[in-house]
């Protein structure tokens, strides 16, 4: 496993027989999303984090255009799409299930649905988004209300009802990068507990798991290399 980010002129670290590899970015949330799948599922598996300002040569060689998450398993199959590679794990390796049939259907419809707020944040980090952080907020909550709502329904923890499913992993990501966003816009701000009792629930749940802990990233250390991003001059192992 290469801890450091490898950049061009890099040599491509030798494969483990019998083993798959993700190719990864510590900072990268829908990397950090298969990180979670592999772990929660203990798939032997080692991670090679890439430099995305400086890439090597070699990973174009894995995919063209050399994007993370790239899962390559231990049979040489390369999966890319962050969704398509967790759901790949959770087919090769059904222990545990992260989806359950009774509820499949409208998970998937709350993971399209969140996209919206991925779409806000990302509009957020690379400065796209001009208007005033209140009127983002307003939105994003807004836009949590379903995810509150939903929880309220299942009357459980996680989505997946005792323990964590596809939803959970899939989101949690955001929400442990999302206070990053006042730090960047130096606003303060925090979700209504009174409002959204059940994701606060939540979200005390997820922190605490093992397999979250593992790969956990600040939100501070999220903001430096968002701030990192905008220099155009990211040192990604020493910030």
């Known amino acids: 496993m290469s801890s450091l980010h490898l950049a061009d002129g890099s040599e491509k670290p030798a494969e483990v027989e019998g083993q798959g590899r993700l190719y990864s970015m510590t900072y990268c949330p829908f990397a ?3 990180r979670l799948v592999l772990s929660l599922k203990e798939v032997p598996h080692d991670i090679v984090n890439i430099n995305l300002q400086n890439k090597p040569q070699w990973l174009f060689e894995i995919h063209p255009d050399g994007k993370v998450p790239t899962y390559v398993d231990a049979d040489g199959t390369v999966i890319t799409d962050s969704i398509v590679v967790a759901n790949y794990l959770d087919e090769k390796y059904p222990e545990p ?3 359950n049939d009774e509820t499949k259907s409208r998970d998937l419809e709350l993971l399209d649905h969140f996209s919206k ?6 509009n957020c980090i690379f400065g796209k988004d001009k208007r005033q952080f209140e009127e983002i907020f307003t939105e994003v909550t807004d836009d949590l ?3 509150e709502d939903e929880l309220n329904v299942r009357k ?3 989505f997946g009802g005792s323990n964590p499913n596809m939803v959970d992993i899939l989101i949690w990501p955001w929400f442990e990068r999302a206070k990053a966003l006042t730090l960047l816009y130096k606003q303060r701000a925090s979700l209504d507990k009174e409002r959204f009792p059940r994701i606060m629930e939540w979200v005390g749940g997820m922190k605490n798991q093992p397999f979250v802990l593992k790969h956990r990233c600040s939100y501070d250390k999220f903001a430096k290399f968002v701030e990192a991003i905008r220099t155009g001059n990211v040192d990604y192992d020493n910030l």
């Open 145 to 147: 209300q379903e995810f």
């Open 97 to 99: 299930p992260l989806y």
């Open 156 to 158: 459980t923890t996680f």
């Open 117 to 122: 707020i991925m779409d806000t944040f990302a």
């Open 32 to 34: 950090h999303r298969i």
